[in-house]
């Protein structure tokens, strides 16, 4: 039977650990794709993605091995993206696998995102063949790697593969050991269809595409289908395989794994992790583990130039269709006027988002200081969210505010222990437990308030440790805590875009620092800016930028009148990134400095 | 009635500051100059324009010495003039008693001292080669030449404080010139400019104001961002740049205004000499101006003028209202404004916030 020659594998590893070297490996080793396309990085499609060595948007290529024992192999690599913030995408992918590559960089060892990683492989109750990647490289150490997947992983380290992504060492015995010990899929091609959703994306030639997993029974091209949590129905125009050209077929059997086209116009339409079935002979359930996502960080998205509001919409709008996990709804803000609370996964979710809008569609956006979803209770016991700060009742209305807190996994070399706990402390981390993986790197385990994480924490621990801690954090639920709003007011107006919830214990220090930050980060202006800020109503502290005296006016000779007027255009191109808060021009860095940690 | 600018494009020695267009003199390279922008006079006679005014700009136009005579012949002999002012700038190192002379036969009628400092360590900061009593030797011979004399100063540079201020306040009250222009020196990278603490804007602003009431104790009024003069002796030639009249430069990087347009000439030198040679109009930068950016670039240009604009006068030149290009402006700096008696103008006190007034002009 063919599903025995199936293998449906992914490759987990640690940012940087070599996954994008080793598919391309694999790939060239099945004859998969030139050596040419190969520079082109066939898994690492989205340009973003490249710059940032992560794949977003999850992909699979079908690889056709002839193995040692004479027999051809037909090997689905679905890759997953790396980062925390698409978690929950990693682990439908993981749902279509019977095995997993775990790559480890011998010069690194088990980080943060490898174990993350590896968890949720054996939550799916995948096989684990453990690879200890860039062993040509001279700093490479062996053992001490082997050592640590053994302890923190539990895989037993001579079960793991040797290899050298760069020199295209070792790959033969992946492949073998992908066909000798990852199982075949199951499933019952007589039962009724049951498939796994594990990725979509948008394609504005064909709508909406869809990678599956058939789990049981076998779906065919034509066939009326429905998607049992969304409810929706479609007729299937087309099947195939990616190799990674895309290969049509008439049909996908239980066990096997393929893309489907169905006439689907919006990503909205499908959720990953939805299972499909047939519309006249349906499963009875459908597949467990389906999560509708909930963004968990929010900002605000505003044009810089007001007269780009509209673009800024459509853009929105155009992102959306190929990001099921991105929400938005427009907002009014005082100070700002109109734009966008949008609502993200998690910080690098946001990033990319703002990046793209600026590249791609070529907008200019100020975005406010990112912030997690409160849960008020309010006087009559009942609970709102809210996802701004500026949302957060008058004090008579409510009784408590409740924030999410994540239970963060840090991996560092042990001499950075002191350091970061010192700097944890500064962010209402509570101290759990401590682990040794080896004797020198070590697991610290927090729970912290997410709002504490969502500017520069990421930035913060990399500086601190130069570079060689890693996290992983996931959400563990909503705590009461003592907070309070934050008010800031320039020239006597608050500014809704940027007040704060802050914790009470903090909030005066707070009050200040906050001026000083912005009495650095706005320019002198033509007018004077008085600061101030504001608790429960009073104010705490006060700051004032002069006013604006000198220009550049250096001697420029008389007649270049062109050079004058690039002179001006110059100062109006220093405040393309600023907004108008009154007669005030408050520049982006502004309202992301509040958040940011000295 | 139009303006002729001369631009001469070599030093003898580099200033670190200096961001004109310019390379190390070379008795080859000048030579090379001269036989080119004799012709480049030629090839502009297709104008057919009355010059008014000449001026001689740099680099370092003292550096032509004798051939200041031989370039004013040419002139004389190609195009038509009905002279009013002709001005050289020059660098105190370079005169001497048969400088004087040159320009005398020249014909020169104003010449603008690039003093810039008065005192000797802040010209070696700056890397001028002249040296104070350079300074005082140059105005000593030109005092009796009967120019308008013009002194040109840099303040606001590291280091500088109120006593070396007054040492240029001293050198003018002795001498007296007939107009003075007075720039600030803005960021210098390289070198040991980089380790120096920049001077505040506020110490700038005052240093400035100190030079300014000097100036006007000896009826000495400011009348544009950095231009001082007693009564009558405002430039003329710089003037028709600011009243957005016609211009016409040659030489390298020279910029024209004609015919609603606006270009430059090539930048380096070589390219320069090409164009002229195959009378090839090798304009850089060049513009054809609209109705809206002439009379938009006459407001940039006219206020930096303290009496500001005449609005009914530039309601005729430009069939446009200054008052209504600004309007968005003046919606909420009008503070920074004056409109009176027909004018409008920049306050004073806000010309050195000129950049930021009238940023959002050409929106
Ligand atoms: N020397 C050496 N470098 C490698 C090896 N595998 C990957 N790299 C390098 O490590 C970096 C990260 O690899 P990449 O495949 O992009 O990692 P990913 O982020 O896991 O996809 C790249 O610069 C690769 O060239 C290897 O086996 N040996
Ligand atoms: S002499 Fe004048 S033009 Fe020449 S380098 Fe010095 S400042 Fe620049």
């Not at chain 1, 070297?21 to 340009?47: C, F, I, K, N, Y």
């Not at chain 1, 809008?357 to 956006?365: A, V």
């Not at chain 1, 406010?368 to 996802?387: F, G, H, M, N, W």
């Not at chain 2, 700009?57 to 003292?62: A, K, Y």
Request: one cysteine or more.
């Amino acid at each position: 039977m063919i599903r025995d020659r199936i293998r449906n594998f992914s490759i987990v590893a640690h940012i940087d650990h070599g996954k994008t070297t080793l598919s391309d490996r694999l790939l060239e080793r099945t004859g998969a794709v030139s050596q040419r396309d190969l520079e082109e990085q066939m898994l690492d499609s989205m340009d973003l993605e490249k710059e940032r060595g992560i794949t977003i948007k999850a992909h699979y290529v079908r690889l056709t091995y002839k193995a040692k024992n004479g027999q051809t192999y037909y090997l689905n690599l679905i890759d997953t993206p790396g980062h925390v913030d698409f978690s929950y995408e990693v682990s439908r992918s993981l749902a279509a696998c019977e095995g997993a590559l775990l790559i480890v960089d011998a010069t690194q060892g088990v980080e943060a995102q490898t174990l993350a990683n590896a968890y949720l492989a054996i939550e799916n109750d995948l096989t684990i063949i453990p690879v200890i990647n860039k062993i040509d490289l001279p700093s490479a150490e062996v053992e001490k790697t082997e050592e640590q997947i053994e302890n923190v992983v539990g895989v037993p380290a001579d079960e793991a593969i040797l290899v050298s992504a760069k020199t295209g060492e070792g790959t033969e015995d992946i492949l073998e050991a992908l066909v000798e010990r990852v199982p075949p899929p199951e499933g019952d091609e007589t039962k009724p269809l049951k498939a796994l959703v594990f990725d979509s994306w948008y394609n504005p030639y064909r709508g909406v595409v869809l990678l599956i997993k058939v789990i049981e029974g076998k779906i065919k091209v034509k066939d009326k289908i429905k998607l049992m949590f969304s409810g929706s129905e479609y007729n299937v125009e087309e099947l195939g395989y990616f190799t990674p050209k895309e290969e049509k077929v008439k049909e996908i059997m239980a066990g096997d794994t393929g893309y489907l086209i169905a006439e689907i116009k919006k990503i909205s339409d499908v959720t990953v992790g939805d299972t499909i079935t047939l519309v006249h002979n349906p499963a009875d359930k459908p597949l467990p583990g389906f999560k509708r996502l909930k963004p968990m960080v929010f900002a605000g998205f505003y044009p810089a130039d007001k007269t780009t509001h509209e673009e800024l919409a459509d853009a929105l709008n155009k992102l959306s269709l190929n990001d099921s996990s991105f929400e938005f709804e427009p907002e009014n803000s005082p100070a700002l006027g109109l734009g966008y609370r949008c609502g993200f996964l998690g910080l690098l979710h946001r990033e990319i988002v703002q990046e793209r809008l600026e590249r791609e569609f070529n907008l200019t956006i100020i975005t406010t200081a990112p912030s997690v979803r409160y849960r008020v209770k309010l006087v009559d016991e009942t609970y709102i969210e809210i996802d701004s700060p500026a949302k957060l009742p008058e004090k008579s209305l409510y009784l408590a505010i409740e924030e999410p807190f994540m239970k963060v996994s840090l991996f560092t070399p042990q001499k950075y222990v002191g350091t970061i706990m010192k700097f944890l402390e500064t962010k209402r981390a509570i101290y759990k437990t401590m682990e040794y993986i080896s004797a020198q790197r070590v697991i610290l385990i927090y729970e912290i308030p997410f709002s504490e994480m969502v500017v520069d924490f990421y930035d913060k621990i990399k500086l601190l440790t130069s570079g060689y801690a890693s996290f992983d954090y996931e959400f563990i639920g909503f705590k009461e805590s003592p907070l309070e709003r934050l008010e800031i007011l320039i020239n006597n107006e608050s500014v809704d875009a940027l007040s704060l919830i802050v914790s009470k214990d903090t909030a005066y220090r707070k009050a200040r620092e906050l001026l000083l930050k912005l009495r650095k980060n706005i320019p002198k202006q033509l007018f004077e800016v008085i600061l101030q800020s504001k608790i429960g109503g009073r104010i705490i502290a006060r700051e004032t930028i002069k006013a604006l005296r000198k220009n550049v006016l250096a001697k420029c000779y008389g007649g270049d009148i062109t050079r004058k007027r690039k002179l001006l255009e110059k100062q109006k191109e220093g405040k393309k990134r600023m907004k108008k808060i009154g007669r005030i021009e408050v520049p982006q860095e502004a309202f992301l400095s509040i958040l940011k940690s000295d | 009635m139009s303006g002729l600018y001369i631009h001469y494009p070599f030093c003898n020695n580099i200033c670190y500051y200096c961001h004109f267009i310019k390379t190390k003199y070379n008795k080859d390279k000048n030579n090379r100059f001269i036989k080119t922008i004799i012709r480049e006079i030629e090839n502009i006679k297709k104008y057919d324009r009355i010059f008014e005014t000449i001026y001689f700009g740099g680099g370092t136009p003292s550096l032509l010495k004798k051939d200041i005579i031989l370039i004013m012949d040419n002139i004389k002999k190609n195009l038509n003039l009905n002279l009013k002012e002709t001005s050289i700038e020059i660098n105190p190192e370079d005169i001497d008693e048969s400088f004087i002379g040159f320009l005398r036969k020249g014909e020169i009628s104003r010449v603008s001292m690039g003093i810039q400092q008065m005192d000797d360590r802040l010209l070696n900061l700056l890397g001028r080669k002249h040296s104070s009593s350079d300074i005082y030797n140059a105005t000593e011979l030109l005092k009796n030449g009967d120019f308008i004399l013009n002194f040109d100063f840099i303040v606001g540079i590291p280091s500088e404080s109120e006593y070396e201020i007054e040492k240029i306040i001293d050198f003018i009250l002795k001498y007296q010139p007939d107009s003075v222009s007075v720039y600030f020196l803005e960021d210098v990278r390289g070198k040991y400019w980089e380790r120096m603490e920049k001077l505040k804007d506020e110490a700038k602003i005052k240093h400035f104001k100190m030079i300014e009431k000097a100036l006007e104790s000896i009826g000495i009024k400011r009348y544009e961002i950095s231009n001082f003069a007693k009564k009558g002796k405002t430039s003329i030639h710089n003037l028709k740049y600011w009243n957005y009249q016609e211009f016409l430069g040659i030489g390298p990087s020279a910029a024209s205004l004609s015919n609603k347009r606006r270009w430059k000439n090539p930048d380096s030198f070589k390219l320069w000499e090409d164009s002229v040679f195959q009378n090839r109009d090798d304009r850089k930068d060049e513009y054809i101006l609209t109705d809206s950016d002439i009379a938009k670039e006459a407001v940039m240009m006219g206020l930096r003028k303290t009496d500001g604009i005449d609005i009914s006068v530039f309601k005729k030149r430009f069939s446009a209202d200054p008052l209504n290009i600004l309007r968005k402006i003046l919606k909420d700096k009008k503070g920074f404004f004056e409109i009176k008696n027909g004018y409008i103008r920049i306050k004073k006190r806000y010309l050195f916030i000129f950049n930021s007034l009238l940023a959002e002009l050409f929106d």
